[in-house]
């Protein structure tokens, strides 16, 4: 079991940058990978990046080069910049960890409460 709390999220105008911050309650070297998800309005909860204990990071092909996802392994923190922020970027952000299988698909295991990111246009 390990707790989660997001921060970080607000509202921004477009073009602008955003830093989200995840801090874990225990050591997140317990989980072989940590991730950042958003889901909004009407839709569906989807991953935006995922990043190893090695450090590999991927991400959706919607934010790639735009955001970037990091750790702290001895702040047991996780982090995700997210920079050039469309009004399409608006959701709720929520930090998990949790397992990156064999066939390298993300398996979610812990939920933070979720932050919220606003993007006006």
């Known amino acids: 079991q390990v707790q989660l709390v997001e921060s970080g999220g607000g509202l921004v105008q477009a073009g602008g940058s955003l830093r989200l911050s995840c801090a874990a309650s225990?050591?997140?070297?317990?989980?072989?990978?940590m991730a950042w998800y958003r889901q909004a309005p009407g839709r569906q909860r989807e991953l935006v990046a995922h990043?190893?204990?090695?450090?590999?990071?991927n991400y959706a092909d919607s934010v790639k080069g735009r955001f970037t996802i990091s750790r702290d392994n001895a702040k047991n923190a996780v982090y995700l910049q997210m920079d050039s922020l469309k009004p399409e970027d608006t959701a709720v952000y929520y930090c998990?960890?949790?397992?990156?299988?064999?066939?390298?698909?993300?398996?979610?295991?812990?939920w933070g409460q979720g932050t919220q990111v606003t993007v006006s246009s």
């Open positions: 990043i190893t204990i090695g450090g590999s990071t």
């Open positions: 225990r050591n997140i070297l317990n989980f072989n990978a």
């Open positions: 998990n960890a949790g397992t990156l299988l064999l066939k390298g698909t993300y398996y979610p295991n812990y």
